[in-house]
């Protein structure tokens, strides 16, 4: 049974460009979570897509952007990339409903590094 | 706005000794808060759920406790080993079911 696999590992990019992080959730899980974790900081709550849907957004600008597909997984864009959104990028997957949806399992990251 | 802070940022202590991680939150109006563990470039893993409801929760070596009222949590490792090693996070959820984290506290145990 895999786990939340996300993907690239790793990637640097250049000021102005823009990057697509993908995230595959555990087998039966309907909802996704992404969140940005700067060195040294807790991760921030970026937004979470349950049935393709946007549901929930964390105090981000609109540069970030996501897409939930039928089969569950779901895409972090980042327009317009700033140096500061060099950082671990997180997805988390969970099931809707009952104590279950609190939780929450994580990939392992995208580390993006902006130049 | 909620904040949580964890203390200490750092510890580090030899093997065997018990420890108590803190974690505190300035809003009490909580929906639940979840102690995670996240390894050196690695995700996070959860090790404790603790329903806003509830006083404590146990899990093998791990017990953590709740205070509403006080805005506090803690987090009790008992006889710790070296594998134990890692940062250790607290998350809080409120009323808009967005969890906030604290920036946690890393923890070294030494053989």
């Known amino acids: 049974d895999a786990g939340v696999t996300q993907s690239p590992t790793h990637l640097i990019k250049t000021r102005g460009q823009q990057v697509t992080l993908r995230c595959s959730p555990k087998?039966?899980?309907?909802?996704v979570s992404w969140y940005q974790q700067a060195l040294g900081q807790g991760p921030q709550f970026i937004f979470q897509y349950y049935e393709e849907e946007e549901r929930q957004r964390g105090n981000f600008p609109d540069r970030f952007s996501g897409h939930q597909f039928p089969n569950y997984s779901s895409e972090l864009n980042v327009n317009a990339l700033l140096l500061g959104d060099s950082a671990l990028y997180l997805c988390?997957?969970?099931?809707?409903?009952?104590?279950?949806?609190?939780?929450?399992?994580f990939g392992a990251g995208t580390r993006l590094s902006v130049l | 706005k909620q904040e949580v802070t964890q203390i200490p940022a750092a510890l580090s202590v030899p093997e065997g000794e018990n420890l108590v991680l803190n974690c505190s939150f300035t809003?009490?109006?909580?929906?639940?808060l979840q102690w995670f563990r996240q390894d050196p470039g690695k995700g996070l893993t959860s090790l404790l759920l603790?329903?806003?409801?509830?006083r404590e929760q146990t899990s093998g070596r791990l017990n953590a406790s709740l205070d509403k009222s006080s805005g506090r949590s803690t987090l009790y490792i008992a006889a710790s080993q070296p594998g134990d090693s890692a940062t250790y996070l607290c998350?809080?959820?409120?009323?808009?079911?967005?969890?906030?984290f604290g920036r946690g506290t890393s923890l070294i145990v030494h053989p």
């Open positions: 998350a809080v959820k409120g009323g808009s079911y967005i969890p906030t």
């Open positions: 809003d009490s109006a909580i929906y639940n």
């Open positions: 087998s039966g899980h309907d909802t």
């Open positions: 988390a997957s969970s099931l809707v409903g009952g104590i279950s949806e609190n939780i929450q399992y």
């Open positions: 603790i329903q806003s409801s509830q």
